[in-house]
């Protein structure tokens, strides 16, 4: 049962436009939601974070969109560079019905192309 | 955030054998985790790695074919045992209990230990 899905395995975007990756859950418990970036042969690397009580949180190019009730987040990287080609990875976490563990379910993830 | 090192970064292992792979971080965490990532695939979550008591293990994960130690705040080691080809995987681990600004918690992976099995 994959509770975090990410539908586009793909997605390629011309330098200088807006890319928008998106994320489903299926779980209501989730509560926390993170992205994550990941180049081949390196760890994945948090980029920005949501908690359910909000439904945007903005960090310079990067923006996350929470919309609770489609159970639905979304990224978006503007304007989009090429050092942001590398696979995407949406995480959610129940961290009120878990006392605070953070222990993360992780979506299949987007690799995004940025095309000069 | 926190500056974390695994070692091995990767090693090739013949069938049978075990792969003990540590995770050292430079400071003090309340939560350490470790995952899988196989071939093509997400990020699983195998267990928590919980300081001064077992693991807590997700399911399909058991503690015989997955030893977890945690003697302390900083440091955690996972154990592979008894490999088979399908053990192939990038194993990460991760840790928590880091305040950002604003107060939100957020999770720091390792930049993992990629092991064939033959």
């Known amino acids: 049962d994959q509770q975090v899905k990410q539908n586009s395995p793909s997605l390629s975007v011309q330098e200088g436009r807006i890319s928008i990756l998106n994320c489903d859950y299926t779980?209501?418990?989730?509560?926390?939601f993170l992205w994550y970036k990941k180049y081949p042969a390196e760890g994945p690397t948090f980029l920005i974070s949501i908690s359910s009580i909000k439904d945007k949180n903005e960090d310079g190019r990067f923006t996350v969109f929470l919309n609770k009730s489609a159970k639905h987040l979304s990224l978006h990287i503007v304007p989009s560079q090429p050092g942001d080609s590398a696979v995407y990875f949406c995480a959610a976490s129940a961290r009120r019905s878990n006392f605070g563990n953070e222990k993360l379910t992780f979506g299949t993830g987007t690799r995004l192309t940025i095309i000069p | 955030s926190a500056v974390i090192s695994q070692k091995p970064s990767r090693d090739i292992c013949q069938r049978g054998t075990s792969l003990t792979i540590q995770c050292q971080v430079d400071?003090?965490?309340?939560?350490m985790f470790w995952y899988r990532q196989q071939p093509g695939q997400s990020l699983t979550l195998i267990a928590t790695a919980n300081q001064g008591s077992e693991a807590t293990y997700e399911s399909g994960f058991v503690i015989d074919k997955f030893p977890i130690s945690r003697p302390n705040l900083t440091f955690s080691t996972l154990t592979v045992s008894n490999m088979s080809p399908e053990d192939s995987s990038i194993y990460l681990c991760?840790?928590?209990?880091?305040?950002?600004?604003?107060?939100?918690?957020?999770?720091?992976f390792g930049p993992g230990t990629r092991l064939l099995v033959l």
């Open positions: 779980n209501s418990m989730f509560d926390y």
């Open positions: 991760s840790v928590g209990g880091l305040f950002r600004a604003g107060g939100l918690e957020t999770q720091y």
């Open positions: 400071s003090q965490v309340t939560m």
